[in-house]
Structures are given as structure tokens and as C-alpha cells.
């Protein structure tokens, strides 16, 4: 079976990611998200953009992948043909053994010149040391080529998405035999747009999510489960009913 797994914030949440939100604390916690992860904050404060992604570089670089990551890698081990697409800008899908996975919104722990896009290695954004528990203030490398200074290689807020990524995720989707959306809120777009593109094709959506989302009733099938009970349900499924979709999502 073709299989397209779009995942959110909520599959990473088990493995201590906070949220994009939930990372406010300590040193940052007088600041919205918005007001840090715009090209305008990062020009008007380098140090405090940098330090808050270093920071948050360093909580992924030490967390772990958890069962659902590894279950939804599974899926290509148990012979189906397998696209991620995150919104997640951590790593912990490739750490969990997925192959082919695209980032609709950059990586966290990549960084490159803000001016002539260069990239360096090691990562300046995993340099040692690492930051202090709660983070600090910290100026940005500068670029040897250029001289500007190295961003975290995530998307801000107002910046479009990578094309080839787009591309790629729209491709899959169109291709795929079943779409499974899970620890997403379907509020972000333009991703939360890919299930009703499945849908509009007939291809059937299942939703994993302990919460309802605007999804939630559009979808083929909701599944109130957290990630890794929802996954290894979902995969228990498939192998029972390995080319039926319906059966897959019979309750």
C-alpha cells in the first residue's frame, strides 16, 4: 500500500519536545512565539532569536524517538511504500529509521548564512558548549563568506515553504492509497490543506489525535489515541489487512 503519514507537534510531544508555544519558558517566557521566529526579531535581536533556537536545538539533539516514531518507520520495513511529511523541525522520524521524509518547515538543528545561504560543517547551531538548562543570550556566527550571520534553517513566520518539499509532499498525497494525520491540529496551512486534497480525491484519511481538531469530522476516521498507542494500533491494522484500507480503519 502507498502510505503518506503527515505528523505534528503531538507525535513528538512523548519524546519531551515542547511545543512550539510550550518552549516559552524561563528566559523567554515574556515573549510570544511570533515575535521570535520572524526574520524582522532575528535582525532587530540576533542574540535573543539564536539563543532561544541554540536552546531548543540542544533540547532535541537529547531527546529520543518514541514508539511512534519507530512504528511509523515500521511501516516500510512491513513492505509499504512510504512518504512523511512533518511539520516537525526536529529529527526524531529519520532517528526512528524513516527514510523518506519531508520537512515542510525546515530543520531545527541546521542553520545557514541569512545573506548568501551558505552552510558550514560542524553545525554552528549544535556547537560546543551547549547552551545552559533554560538557555541564554547568545550572538550568532558570522558567515566567512559574506559576512552576515548564520539562522536557524527553519521557516519563520512570513516566509513561504520549500518548494521542492511542497512539491514533493503535494505529489505524495496525490499518489498515496491512504493518508494518516497524526498529532496535528490541522490549524497551520497550507499543510492542513492536505487532507482535504486526499479526501477530494477519495483517497480515505485517518486521523490520530486525542483531541478533535477541525479535521476531525471531515476525516474517513478519528482515532482519540496519543501517538504511540494510535500507531501501533494503526499498524497492528494494516498487518491484519495489509491492502484493504477499509478494513484498516474499521473500528
Known amino acids: 500500500m502507498r502510505l503518506v503519514v503527515l505528523s505534528g507537534a503531538g507525535i513528538s510531544a512523548e519524546s519531551g519536545i515542547p511545543t512550539f508555544r510550550d518552549a516559552l519558558t524561563g528566559l523567554w517566557a515574556r515573549f510570544d512565539a511570533e515575535r521570535l521566529?520572524?526574520?524582522?526579531?532575528?535582525?532587530?535581536?540576533?542574540a535573543l532569536v539564536w539563543g532561544w533556537y541554540r536552546w531548543r536545538a540542544a533540547l532535541v539533539a537529547a531527546a529520543a524517538p518514541n514508539a511512534a516514531h519507530v512504528d511509523v518507520a515500521g511501516l516500510a520495513d512491513d513492505g509499504h511504500a512510504l512518504t512523511?511529511?512533518?511539520?516537525?523541525?526536529?529529527?526524531?522520524?529519520?532517528?526512528?529509521?524513516?527514510?523518506?521524509?519531508?520537512?515542510?518547515?525546515?530543520?531545527?538543528?541546521?542553520?545557514?548564512?541569512?545573506?548568501?545561504g551558505a552552510r558550514v560543517t560542524p553545525d554552528p547551531i549544535l556547537a560546543a558548549p551547549a547552551p545552559p538548562d533554560g538557555g541564554a543570550r547568545e550572538?550568532?556566527?558570522a558567515c566567512v563568506q559574506c559576512g552576515e550571520a548564520f539562522r536557524p534553517d527553519v521557516v519563520w513566520f512570513g516566509e513561504?515553504?520549500?518548494?521542492?518539499?511542497?512539491?514533493?509532499?503535494?505529489?505524495?498525497?496525490?499518489?498515496?492509497?491512504?493518508?494518516?494525520?497524526?498529532?496535528?491540529?490541522?490549524?497551520?496551512?497550507?499543510?492542513?490543506?492536505?487532507?482535504?486534497?486526499?479526501l477530494r480525491a477519495?483517497?480515505?484519511?485517518?486521523?490520530?489525535?486525542?483531541?478533535?481538531?477541525?479535521?476531525?469530522t471531515r476525516a474517513t476516521a478519528h482515532w482519540p489515541l496519543a501517538a504511540t498507542a494510535g500507531m501501533a494500533k494503526f499498524r497492528a491494522r494494516l498487518r491484519a489487512s495489509p491492502g484493504d484500507p477499509t478494513g484498516v480503519l474499521g473500528r
Open 160 to 198: 513561504s515553504l520549500p518548494s521542492d518539499a511542497w512539491d514533493a509532499a503535494e505529489a505524495a498525497v496525490d499518489a498515496c492509497d491512504l493518508l494518516v494525520v497524526i498529532g496535528t491540529s490541522s490549524l497551520v496551512w497550507p499543510a492542513a490543506g492536505l487532507p482535504d486534497r486526499a
Open 139 to 141: 550572538m550568532p556566527p
Open 84 to 116: 512523511v511529511v512533518t511539520q516537525n523541525v526536529d529529527d526524531l522520524h529519520e532517528r526512528g529509521g524513516a527514510r523518506d521524509v519531508l520537512h515542510l518547515h525546515g530543520r531545527l538543528l541546521a542553520s545557514r548564512c541569512i545573506g548568501c
Open 202 to 216: 477519495g483517497t480515505p484519511v485517518l486521523e490520530i489525535n486525542p483531541h478533535a481538531t477541525p479535521l476531525s
Open 37 to 46: 521566529a520572524t526574520e524582522a526579531a532575528f535582525r532587530a535581536d540576533p
